[in-house]
């Protein structure tokens, strides 16, 4: 296998919001080649005058039921060898067994943290209540141990969990006091499982400026840049480049600072 160019790692390594502790390893089919065209499934239809709800429902419910038809089907696309004392990463297409398509009804009400984190100094749990909307980003899920991380690339989007799983569990450093928000969508959504505390909302995913500045001069008859091939082969699998997909949420709860406001108490008690 090829080493990962070290200008490539940031889009990588990066941890999923919801990668799982659970050290939970499969029987793995490996390949010295990587998958060919074969590989590639083409994206849902999206006419462009449907909703940004409707897209949703249909992007995520379409490759929810194609993810969760890989579970249990991996092939090694790449290795980095931590060292004595690093983490030694494994890339796979496909998606672990434990993976499988879930409904919001029987999921409930859902959480995503955002740990504190900011926006061009706006924090992102205010830009999530005001905008009614989640997003995708550079990340894809991880099951991360002491020694080892398994990279799933094809399994990105927006990371959930439920508000009754503890955030010490997560990977993301998370206190009690950090900034969440709970919320339910429409239920046709498409979800995956992934493992405890684990969930996904399959969405495009969000890729660097300027490794898609790089891939469209590919594309256009320039020449491969070096290390390139294994992140442009993840871009054409996923169909080229793809527009970024919200997601749109209603609000139930939120935590800012440690305070929570109740913004939706009758979707406390029944949230679907």
Request: charged content about 20%.
């Amino acid at each position: 296998m090829k080493y990962l160019n070290s200008r490539l790692l940031p889009l990588l390594l990066a941890f999923s919001p919801a990668a799982s502790a659970a050290p939970a390893y499969e029987t793995l089919e490996t390949s010295a080649a990587l998958p060919g065209p074969s590989a590639l499934v083409p994206p849902a239809p999206a006419p462009e005058n449907r909703s940004a709800a409707d897209r949703a429902v249909a992007y995520t419910a379409y490759h929810a039921k194609r993810l969760a038809d890989m579970a249990g089907k991996l092939t090694q696309i790449n290795f980095v060898d931590g060292g004595m004392n690093g983490q030694d990463q494994f890339y796979f297409w496909g998606a672990p067994a434990p993976v499988r398509q879930v409904t919001p009804a029987r999921t409930g009400v859902m959480r995503h943290w955002t740990s504190n984190a900011q926006a061009n100094g706006v924090p992102v749990v205010d830009l999530i209540v005001k905008s009614g909307l989640l997003r995708a980003g550079p990340r894809v899920y991880i099951v991360p141990v002491s020694h080892r991380a398994d990279y799933y690339q094809d399994l990105h989007g927006v990371f959930f969990t439920t508000p009754d799983f503890p955030a010490g569990q997560l990977w993301m450093g998370l206190q009690q006091d950090s900034d969440y928000v709970d919320f339910t969508v429409d239920p046709g959504m498409g979800a995956l499982y992934l493992a405890p505390g684990n969930y996904l909302f399959p969405c495009p995913m969000k890729i660097q400026q300027w490794i898609a500045d790089e891939y469209r001069k590919w594309k256009a008859g320039g020449p491969l840049p070096s290390g390139m091939e294994l992140a442009f082969k993840g871009i054409d699998r996923e169909g080229g480049l793809q527009d970024a997909l919200d997601i749109p949420i209603t609000v139930v709860r939120y935590q800012k600072n440690g305070r929570v406001t109740v913004l939706r108490p009758d979707l406390l008690a029944k949230p679907y």
